[in-house]
């Protein structure tokens, strides 16, 4: 069968139908993946405080080696590491990381990665025909340990800022849904689950956080933990919405006057961040247009006029 212009063009209007059907359908196959993760996290979260809660009652009785005595050893291990492995773990669970041996294996990477690149480039040195003197030397060892000591946090960091960015985006409208729920009377830890599970498609991130959270407040004694773990974990708006409901409780002022105060709040953030991106976008198009537009409409206006002193002279 030979090619011709017509039967590229039917199969290429064929793959091109075929692969805006697949990416139209994608978003809505994902639905049920991630509201099926959703309720993975709940009752992974929930089996986890159940066999905690179970532990701490059965502490009295003889003891067994477990997983649950590998993962308290981690604990104390990381303990051992003082004021900087509370940061760490503050901030392996703000970018998502919440495994218990997490902070173990970012403080070992931060002394292995360094001491590695190290060797790696005093090999690269010593196999190199030609002559590096010392100080070049000293600036390519340092740099390297340097970079190998810093990278684990620059990565962690920034997937913990894109994670909180993304959470602060959705948490104004899932703080509405939460006060329209409490002010029609259902419980806070309903609420929470309520609201987790309509934002599970919107945002993933957010709808796990309060999934954790409603898990933590229904099966822990103590709600300002929950709260208080869930704003460690989330961070900026996920934060103040636990400080307030923290002192609501402590208090006992009304729970909904304390979330319409924050709802109030937020979207005068939000107002208040949309006038600042709409002040900054003339300056940051200023270099642009001069670059790209200036010189084009110099050539429209000039171009006939220096074509014509050309043919002139």
Known sequence: MELTTDLLVVVGSAVAGAL??????????????????????????????????????????????????????????????????????????????????????????????????????????????????????????????????????????NTAIKRIEEINLTFPDALDMMLICVQGGIGLEQTVDRVAMEVSEHSPTLAEELAILSAEMAMLNDRRTALSDFGRRVGGHGKSFATALIQAEQYGTSVSQALRVMSDELRDIRMANAEQKAASLPPKLTVPMILFFLPALFIVILGPSGIRMSETF
């Open 20 to 157: 805006s059907f697949a990416a139209f359908a994608y978003p809505l196959l994902q639905k049920g993946d991630k509201k099926e993760r959703f309720k993975s996290v709940i009752e992974k979260k929930r089996k986890a405080l159940f066999e905690q809660s179970k532990e701490e009652l059965n502490n009295k009785g003889p003891k067994s080696v477990s997983a649950k005595d590998s993962v308290s050893a981690m604990f104390k291990m990381q303990n051992l590491a003082g004021e900087y492995g509370e940061k760490v773990r503050s901030l392996l669970l703000q970018a998502g990381i919440r495994s218990p041996s997490a902070p173990i294996k970012y403080m070992a990477t931060q002394i292995l990665l360094p001491i590695f690149l190290v060797l790696f480039a005093m090999f690269i040195i010593s196999s190199s025909h030609k002559e590096i003197s010392s100080a070049l030397t000293f600036v390519i060892l340092g740099g390297g340990a340097l970079f190998g000591f810093f990278m684990p946090r620059i990565l962690v960091k």
